[in-house]
DNA sequence: ATGATTTGTCAAGTATATTTTATATTACTC
DNA sequence: GAGTAATATAAAATATACTTGACAAATCAT
């Protein structure tokens, strides 16, 4: 599932998908791919992404009904 | 830095590292390494455990003063 | 419409999360 | 204090996060 909050609070910060991994230090493929959904990135990189966009876990990365 | 939150909610479900380890479908050597804090799990483990042990992203994984 | 920037995607390589096996130590019960 | 469960820790192997380089499609400005 794509992560929508992610892009939108990127975008509310005005920056690329290039601008948002220089910032965190990982490559705009990695970015590219947690905003596509299909995959799972550590989470020290998630924990930069969310400083970098004033954001917290739980706004970017917590999925409310998730398992049984 | 060590993980004394992660500790503690594990503690009060009465859990031990290898029973948390087999809910969440890793061995107990990660659980254990996660609440050492000399790592850096991927977030859909850190899900998978918050999920186990009732508890958010936030509540578990967020550290409030990191970087400047 | 053309050019530039951004995004989606792929394949091959590198770094590292996680497993497995094993041992030592600490706590708990009897 | 012996015996057992829980925890800390390490080395080698495996799975997978992440990189690099490349190219096409989409978006945006001119």
Same mark, same amino acid.
């Given at each position: 599932?794509?992560?929508?909050?992610?892009?939108?609070?990127?975008?509310?910060?005005?920056?690329?998908?290039?601008?948002?991994?220089?910032?965190?230090?990982?490559?705009?493929?990695?970015?590219? /791919? !947690?905003? %596509?959904?299909?995959?799972?990135?550590?989470?020290? =990189?998630?924990? /930069? !992404?969310? %400083?970098?966009?004033?954001?917290?876990?739980?706004? =970017?990365?917590?999925?409310?009904?998730?398992?049984?």
């Amino acid at each position: 599932m794509k992560n929508l909050r992610l892009r939108s609070a990127r975008a509310a910060k005005g920056l690329s998908q290039q601008a948002l991994a220089d910032l965190v230090g990982v490559s705009r493929q990695t970015v590219n /791919a !947690i905003e %596509r959904g299909d995959y799972n990135p550590t989470i020290r =990189l998630c924990l /930069a !992404i969310c %400083r970098t966009l004033d954001k917290t876990l739980d706004d =970017l990365f917590w999925e409310e009904n998730q398992a049984p």
